[in-house]
């Protein structure tokens, strides 16, 4: 080999690491600067893994005048640290408030990394998450993680949010405002908060939205709340940047559009199987070929007639009303 392929691998190889987070079979991530003065790291859009050691979610910050405010710092301390880390590779701001869109382990867990750092940090959430999290939310998603990556090392004692986010709320940090909103209905959870940044005009919408990937709805959600929800941001004015929970980000009808599509599918097939008096599961292939290439979505086998089955639930409970 000649030697100066040679030093251009070791380059390659050197600044490779230095300007991104290389994972193993997994990719390489790094936060980008989308819109304005918001970054994002967009997480890899699979279910918590040992490859993927529980980096799943879309960690981001928004650079303010002196430092920077995080929303949705990773899954475990390990996934914390490594968000940290490349924050530094592109801003040299101190981190002065995190935000945490809701009460699932793979977004919040990583608050310990910065906290260790920052130890008097403002960390803020919807006060039901905060309530559930201690209520033993946290310890639930630290066995499902742990269990599926083997990598919660550091994650406990959790750094639990610790200042309160309500529906209709505007808080100003280090001269970016926010707006928030906590949907009445349950959707995504009940401990939900959408984050909308208005000096960049972008809407962080938690977990109400995922592309290329499904995760659970768990007892908490409302999948009828959740299509309501996304169908008034749909009906609502254009952002100029939309930020899923799981997969990329984008502007509205690419980002929002296919998971409400997904979701107003299965509501329409388990509609009609609960009209036929049948089980929920009676359309489930017909709902299938109607979603086309959301069929392809990481863990679409296990979770899709999961949701069928809820949504036909939900439908039923609101027949008895
Ligand atoms: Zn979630």
Known sequence: MKKITKLAILFALFFGTLFAWELENVGSFKFEKMNGNVWVMHGPATEP??????????????????????????GNYWVGKHVLEEIEKVSSKPIVAVLNTHKHGDHWFGNIAIAEKY????????????????????????????????????????????H????????????????????????????????????????FLGDNVMKNRLGGFDESSSILGNIALLE?????????????GHGPSGGKDETVG????????????????????EEYYA????????LGPIAWWDAYGHQMGKHLNKVYREIEEKDME
């Open 49 to 74: 893994n040992k490859a993927n050691g529980g980096f799943m979610n879309n960690p981001a910050f928004i650079e303010g005048e002196k430092g920077l405010i995080v929303i949705d710092p990773g």
């Open 119 to 162: 130890p008097d940090i403002p960390i803020y959430a919807h006060p039901k998450m905060i309530e559930e999290v201690k209520a033993g939310e946290a310890e639930k998603w630290y066995g499902i993680i742990g269990r599926l990556t083997g990598n919660m090392k550091g994650t406990k004692p959790f750094r639990y949010p610790d």
């Open 164 to 203: 309160t986010l309500v529906d209709g709320q505007k808080i100003t940090i280090d001269g970016q405002s926010f707006e928030i909103r906590h949907p009445k209905e349950a959707a995504h959870t009940d401990t939900d908060i959408l984050i909308e940044h208005r000096n960049s005009d972008t809407l």
């Open 232 to 244: 008034s941001i749909m009906q609502d004015r254009e952002r100029k940047l939309y930020v899923p």
């Open 258 to 277: 296919p998971f409400l599509r997904y979701l107003k599918t299965l509501k329409k097939w388990a509609q009609k199987a609960y009209d036929d008096d």
């Open 283 to 290: 359309y489930k292939e017909k709902a299938t070929a109607e």
